[in-house]
Structures are given as structure tokens and as C-alpha cells.
């Protein structure tokens, strides 16, 4: 799980840290969220986050692609 605000990430299990390839959480907290997004699905990802921030109302789950740390695709 990774907790972000305004897409910035604030937090993330150590489950999420090891499968995106980072060595420590402050690898990780402090960096855009997008980064760990593929190019493919930012425009996707960020019409998500805009639609849960104005509504307040998480959005429904959808299977995305990731890029981690050393550039493998996900």
C-alpha cells in the first residue's frame, strides 16, 4: 500500500517498498507518485487522483502498469 497526498508519497509498506525495488522508505517517501507509474497510464492515473480529490469518494480499483526503482516494468 502506498499513502500519497496531492501525489506526493507520505508512506509505504514495506510489502510495496521491496516489490518496487527501494532499499529503505526514504528511498521512496518525498517522490511523486507518477514516477512510480508507467508513461503509458499517467494520464489515466492522474485523471483518478483529480476525480477522487474533488469527490472526496475513492475511485474503483484498475489493474496499472508500474515502473520501479531500476526501470523494470510492472
Known amino acids: 500500500m ?3 497526498c496531492r501525489g506526493i508519497v507520505v508512506h509505504a509498506t ?3 517498498l521491496r516489490w518496487m525495488g527501494f532499499d529503505s522508505a526514504q528511498q521512496a517517501v518525498g517522490t ?3 514516477q512510480w ?3 503509458d497510464e499517467h494520464a489515466e492515473v ?3 487522483i ?3 480529490q474533488d469527490s472526496g469518494v475513492a475511485v474503483p480499483p484498475r ?3 508500474f515502473v520501479r526503482s531500476d526501470g523494470q516494468v510492472l
Do not use: G, K, N, T
Request: charged letters at 15%.
Open 37 to 39: 507509474v508507467h508513461p
Open 46 to 48: 492522474m485523471a483518478r
Open 14 to 16: 514495506p510489502a510495496i
Open 63 to 65: 489493474q496499472e502498469r
Open 2 to 4: 502506498v499513502i500519497h
Open 50 to 52: 483529480c476525480a477522487a
Open 32 to 34: 511523486s507518485v507518477m
